[in-house]
């Protein structure tokens, strides 16, 4: 099922909120954490009331499944509201850092200056398709952007629309009820709409998750700006897992049947889907990977739109020169059941550009290697993303060291014996990488760092107390740790 076409937002209607936005953005600047904590709270406990009836219109305009998968994705969706709360309790967030003034100070004296973290502004949010709660209306940039004190105009995504909607009418009226400015969120429809927004002097930063060609595009527009703007999008991902010969002899099958588990959950649609896999020569797996997608049920995509990109990949994957079919797909409308491929070390190297991007759907390439030095080869020549994976045996230890710095290079989060999909949202969280993976690989989306993005620091200069800001004053209001004279003070 195809979701409705949503209307493009009226110029004026547009304008009006992204003026509303600006008049919005100091006091939630004003606010205090505790405050915007409660904010959060309030929000998180207005989309748990209302669960029933947002995952079932999803479910109507996604095709995925209500339990476990919305139901989950909107429990989590929850949980990284309420966690950011517990950020903004915390306080080390501001990053504050007072330097009294020191006569002696051995590069000449010192004045007294401090600094911390402040909201960067009214911020454009570009909603994701493939998790129409966790990274769209209400998800992490929508979470943390208001964390930080910014207001959120969030450019719905078109294929919900209708959730997009109802996500943002609920969450607005708990922010309102809770104390919130008004300005503080709103939701705009249409392509248009969102170039025009991004465009606007109005919007201090952008986030976007999608496509490596709309990211890219966004991304450039941001920075064509007469004044550009930090754009922290998140693009495509082909995360490959090496997969070493001890691996293979301790525990061959079981690695089958996690990789497939792996690239067909979802349908493929997530981010993390392990794209590539590096197998040794010899691994003698093909009947246990064959095993392990024999009788997969058909999963439906998002929308016919991306069905259509998949089986376009899907038939560019097959054609490509040394490329072999392991596991056939099926397709039954918008719905496939899983390919997976193989080819040699040699016709990686030397195919076609094809075989090192993301084809978004339940489809994997496994590769075969003969050597370590072939292996790290091969990582050296592979575009970076978000995930790298290494199954690998402890008494491995110093034939797997060379790998890691390889792994390192092309990753913003390196896995040993796991797998990458299932980004848990936590404090130590990275889901970011280098270029094409992300516009900003010093940053995450994920995780309660994904609040960096939206602050910035100012310094405050030989100013007396009354006029500091709070965080900075000499009593310390807000009880926050921080770095004083150069030492860290944890309340």
Same mark, same amino acid.
């Given at each position: ?86 950020? %903004? ?30 909201? !960067? ?8 398709? &493939?998790?129409?709660? *966790? ?42 009820? #809770? ?8 939701? =705009? ?15 201090? #930063? ?10 890219? *595009? ?19 991902? =082909? ?7 001890? #691996? ?77 079919? @392991? ?38 390439? =496994? ?20 995930? *790298? ?7 491995? @230890? ?18 040993? &014996? ?9 404090? #130590? ?46 009593? &310390?209001?807000?009880? %926050? ?8 003070? !944890? %309340?």
């Amino acid at each position: 099922m195809s979701a409705e076409l949503a209307h493009e937002t009226e110029a004026a209607e547009l304008d009006r909120v992204l003026a509303a936005a600006a008049q919005a953005a100091p006091a939630l600047a004003g606010s205090t954490p505790a405050e915007r904590a409660g904010w959060l709270t309030a929000a998180a406990d207005a989309l748990d009331a209302a669960a029933d009836e947002l995952v079932v219109l999803a479910a109507e305009e996604t095709n995925l499944p209500e339990s476990p998968r919305l139901r989950g994705e909107l429990k989590r969706t929850t949980f990284q509201l309420r966690l950011f709360g517990q950020v %903004l309790t915390d306080g080390a967030f501001l990053r504050a850092t007072v330097d009294h003034a020191d006569p002696d100070w051995p590069m000449g004296p010192r004045p007294d200056i401090r600094r911390v973290l402040t909201p !960067i502004g009214p911020v454009l949010v570009f909603a994701a398709s &493939n998790f129409p709660f *966790a990274f769209s209306t209400a998800g992490g940039d929508t979470a943390s952007a208001l964390a930080a004190g910014c207001p959120v105009v969030l450019k719905a995504h078109p294929g919900h629309p209708r959730l997009s909607d109802l996500t943002g009418r609920i969450l607005l009226t708990a922010l309102r009820e #809770a104390g919130a400015p008004e300005g503080v969120f709103a939701v =705009v429809h249409g392509r248009e709409t969102g170039v025009t927004a991004l465009k606007d002097a109005r919007i201090s #930063a952008a986030s976007f998750t999608g496509s490596v060609p709309g990211g890219r *595009a966004l991304f450039d527009i941001a920075n064509a700006r007469p004044v550009p703007i930090p754009f922290y999008g998140e693009l495509g991902s =082909v995360n490959p897992v090496v997969v070493t010969p001890g #691996a293979v002899r301790a525990r061959g099958e079981e690695i089958a049947k996690g990789y497939a588990a792996s690239f067909t959950l979802g349908a493929g649609q997530f981010c993390t889907k392990p794209g590539l896999v590096f197998l040794p020569d010899e691994h003698g797996l093909d009947t246990a990977l064959k095993s392990a997608l024999d009788g997969a049920a058909t999963q439906q995509m998002l929308n016919d739109r991306i069905a259509g990109g998949y089986s376009e990949g899907v038939a560019a994957l097959r054609s490509a020169e040394g490329v072999e079919v @392991v596991s056939e797909s099926e397709a039954a409308g918008a719905g496939f059941t899983p390919t997976l491929l193989k080819t040699t070390a040699e016709n990686f190297a030397k195919g076609a550009e094809v075989l090192r991007h993301e084809c978004f759907g339940p489809a994997s390439l =496994v590769i075969t290697y003969s050597s370590q030095e072939e292996l790290i080869g091969l990582l050296d020549g592979l575009e970076p993303g978000l995930t *790298a994976t290494l199954h690998a045996e402890e008494s491995e @230890v110093d034939d797997v060291r060379p790998l890691l710095a390889p792994l390192a290079r092309i990753a913003g989060r390196v896995l040993f &014996n796991d797998w990458p999909t299932g980004v848990t949202v936590t404090w #130590a969280q990275q889901h970011g990488g280098p270029y094409p993976a992300t516009t900003a690989p010093t940053t995450t989306s994920v995780g309660t760092a994904a609040i960096d993005r939206f602050l910035r620091p100012v310094a405050w200069q030989g100013f007396p107390d009354a006029l500091l800001p709070p965080a900075l004053r000499e009593d &310390n209001p807000w009880r %926050l740790p921080r770095r004083t004279d150069g030492s860290p003070q !944890i %309340l």
